[in-house]
């Protein structure tokens, strides 16, 4: 088989958005959706047409040196659900794909890692870094030299400035905003409309504008568990 044949490992609306722009705007044959045994029911034995495997069997269906991989989940429990499983399939061999629009904008000097999702009308400009396992929703702004590390969620119409680094496993509301040469610690959670002016501590919720911390951790309001 070629290797652009893909395994989408999810199956809730994610997955779906995954599949319809993996399969309309990118290189990639989706083959087959795999889930954890444990949520397969007689109603997921096929989605969009292809049939839904069980991911502690992927290997045997789909091995990996035929097959890649995308994790499509959500920022359930702070993107700690989409971790565990890109780290699994990681694991056992699969080389992860990312997709980024064609319709997004990316300088030709930005790096992107894998499993990451670009949606349309992101601007990424030049020299920008993103780590693995990220999701960039539509209609982003991210500016010069930024550093979005691994595990982000980064939701619609978010404005990261130049010279930002964004922590691990953070989530930026939708119309956040983050100032230039700032620092977003890990495991942030940046509420909708946020404007961030100065360094944000990990695990801190922030909110209003200018953000102001709320005193509540981002495990909590997440529900991250261990």
């Known amino acids: ?3 652009d044949n893909l395994v989408i490992v999810g199956a809730g609306e994610q997955a779906e958005i995954a599949y319809e722009y993996f399969t309309h705007d990118s290189p990639h044959t989706v083959v087959a959706f795999a889930v954890e045994r444990r949520f397969i029911g007689d109603e997921t034995e096929t989605l969009e047409g292809q049939p839904v495997v069980p991911l502690e069997e992927l290997v045997e269906h789909f091995p990996p040196d035929t097959h890649k991989a995308f994790v499509a989940i959500s920022s359930q429990q702070l993107n700690r659900v989409r971790t565990r499983l890109y780290r699994h399939v990681k694991s056992v061999g699969y080389q992860c794909a990312s997709y980024v629009s064609s319709r997004a904008f990316v300088w030709r000097n930005v790096t992107v890692g894998d499993n990451c999702m670009i949606f349309e009308d992101n601007v990424l400009q030049h020299h920008v870094k ?11 702004h991210v500016g010069h030299r930024t550093v979005i590390e691994d595990h982000c969620f980064v939701s619609s119409h978010v404005v990261i400035s130049g010279y930002c680094r964004i922590g691990a496993s953070c989530f930026l509301g939708v119309n956040s905003c983050v100032g230039d040469n700032l620092e977003v610690g ?4 940046i509420g909708a409309g946020a404007v961030v002016v100065k360094n944000t501590e990990a ?8 953000a102001r911390p709320t005193g509540g951790d981002s495990f909590v309001t997440f529900g991250v568990e261990g």
């Open 203 to 210: 695990r801190g919720v922030y909110v209003g504008n200018p």
């Open 186 to 189: 890990e495991d942030c959670v």
């Open 1 to 3: 088989m070629p290797p």
């Open 130 to 140: 993103v780590g693995d396992n990220v999701v960039l929703w539509s209609g982003n």
